[in-house]
């Protein structure tokens, strides 16, 4: 346990860049202290002590405006940036080296037994106001981008944004854990490629409309026989937007 807390301690520094000395962390973080008593819940709780974990947790909870349940299961390193308004639920598991700012949830979507909560793999960052619902699995090296809902499973190494969550793979491209500015906007992409698409179909309107009766009649003729017909006049190829409809890979 001393090793882990040590761990969390250093962590501090690394992710956050006002943190400037040591007393500063141990009595002005409650990121830090909320973990340092869950270290402790948590033993009692594998001890299989009654009560006394829970009112540890809420006794934390008061002090720090961060609830863990004890049950729940964080891997060494983990940085809870703020704090306020963060819950995580009884079989949650988070992985080594997590980043989770204010207001993130890692709840359950039922009363369902066992498994309920989300699993983290290492080094997963997860933005504010972000909420990872249900017993599912987030890959290694995942980050998820403020305010997003993540109900599906994600794999690793892959970045999430939106209500609900959808993938944005970043092939190639290191993503650093504080660089919330470059998330992808899939929503603002779609929108741009349906534009697109309106003003490519203007165009192949405004040309049918300037063809002569024989012309016209030649053109629909070449695209029925050519199989294009349907595709061209109903259907959306556009990748980016079949991936937003689909949810992009989740």
């Known amino acids: 346990m001393l090793k882990t807390l040590v761990a969390d301690f250093r962590v501090v520094f690394e992710r956050d860049p006002a943190a400037r000395n040591w007393l500063e962390v141990i009595t002005s973080y409650p990121g830090f202290h909320a973990l340092a008593m869950h270290r402790f819940s948590h033993w009692l709780w594998t001890l299989g002590i009654p009560v006394l974990p829970r009112m540890l947790s809420h006794l934390a909870r008061f002090l720090t405006g961060i609830e863990i349940h004890p049950g729940a299961t964080i891997g060494r390193g983990v940085f809870i940036d703020h704090g306020m308004g963060v819950v995580i639920g009884e079989t949650a598991i988070v992985g080594d080296y997590a980043l989770i700012y204010q207001g993130v949830t890692l709840g359950g979507t039922g009363k369902e037994s066992g498994k309920r909560h989300p699993t983290l793999g290492e080094n997963v960052v997860v933005g504010a106001g972000a909420k990872v619902l249900g017993n599912i699995q987030i890959g290694n090296n995942v980050r998820i ?92 190829q556009d990748r980016t937007i079949d991936e937003f409809f689909d949810g992009s890979g989740i």
Do not use: W
Request: proline share 7%; net charge negative; charged share 25%.
């Open 145 to 236: 981008g403020a305010g997003s809902v993540v109900l599906r499973e994600v794999p690793s190494d892959c970045t999430v944004v939106g209500v609900p969550g959808r993938v944005v793979y970043r092939s190639g491209e290191r993503v650093e854990p504080l660089d919330h500015g470059r998330l992808p906007d899939s929503e603002a992409q779609v929108i741009r490629a349906l534009v697109d698409r309106i003003e490519a179909l203007e165009q192949q309107v405004q040309a049918i409309g300037q063809a002569t009766p024989p012309t016209l009649e030649h053109e629909l003729a070449n695209m029925v026989a050519a199989g294009r017909g349907d595709r061209v006049l109903c259907r959306i």
